[in-house]
């Protein structure tokens, strides 16, 4: 039965996943540099510290990782203060755990305030107890730790709080973990469904499938 709750942002809670499709080629390209191919791939699985120490090793560049991620996340912050959705069927989700008092907090890639801005401006901040990021975990969701840091936030069981997921990486970092996840379809990993469905609990097309009572049997 489910005690505790942790979801991932982009992808999961948030149709988002479209800001990062081209990120690094579009701040390369407007910095006057040609991005090598399949640069994309090579970062789509990083924290953003990681993807900029990343071109910053193959660019030479000169500023800072402090510096460059300040000039990524201006690129994103319209879309997270003014434009991206929620998913379908997140919102009755959450206020189902939250009615049945089940805390919650999120684990992302994604900077802190970036994240905070897009919680507050559609109304469900107050879900959560906690965000944990990758950034300050110093690690990726290739590695447990800002699972780890959200679980010890939440103080529940490891066995009976639930990590919600859309990425084939972080699934199976969770599990691996012993999480339970329930896993969520994303167009970017539409070629790792079926790995996807296999190491998750739960597989969904769209969280508005859900049945909250398939997470407390």
């Known amino acids: 039965m489910i005690q505790g709750a ?8 948030f149709d988002s996943m479209y800001l990062y499709r081209s990120f690094v080629t579009r701040y390369l390209t407007g910095r ?5 191919n399949g640069i994309e ?4 699985y990083m924290s953003m510290l990681e993807a900029v120490e990343y071109i910053r090793g193959i ?34 989700l959450l206020e189902n755990l ?34 944990t990021t990758c950034t300050e975990a110093g690690a990726g969701k290739e590695q447990p730790d800002v699972f780890l840091q959200a679980l010890e936030i939440l103080g529940t069981p490891l066995t009976a709080t639930w990590v919600f997921e ?5 699934v199976a ?11 969520v379809w994303d167009l970017d990993e539409e070629d790792h469904v079926a790995q996807i469905e296999r190491q998750s609990d739960i597989y969904l097309k769209s969280f508005a499938d859900l049945s909250v009572e398939q997470l407390f049997a």
């Open 6 to 13: 942790i979801f991932d942002c982009d992808g999961t809670l």
């Open 32 to 36: 006057g540099l040609t991005p090598e």
């Open 41 to 44: 791939d090579s970062v789509r």
């Open 59 to 92: 660019y030479g560049l000169p500023e800072s990782a402090e510096e460059i991620i300040a000039d990524c996340n201006r690129m994103l912050e319209h879309a997270y203060f003014h434009e991206i959705l929620l998913r379908p069927g997140v919102a009755v």
């Open 98 to 131: 939250h009615e049945r008092r089940v805390p919650m907090c999120i684990a992302t890639a994604t900077d802190r305030y970036l994240v905070e801005g897009a919680l507050r401006r559609v109304g469900i901040d107050h879900y959560f107890s906690a965000i």
């Open 166 to 170: 859309d990425a084939r990486h972080a």
């Open 173 to 183: 970092t969770a599990k691996k973990c012993g999480f339970p996840v329930c896993a």
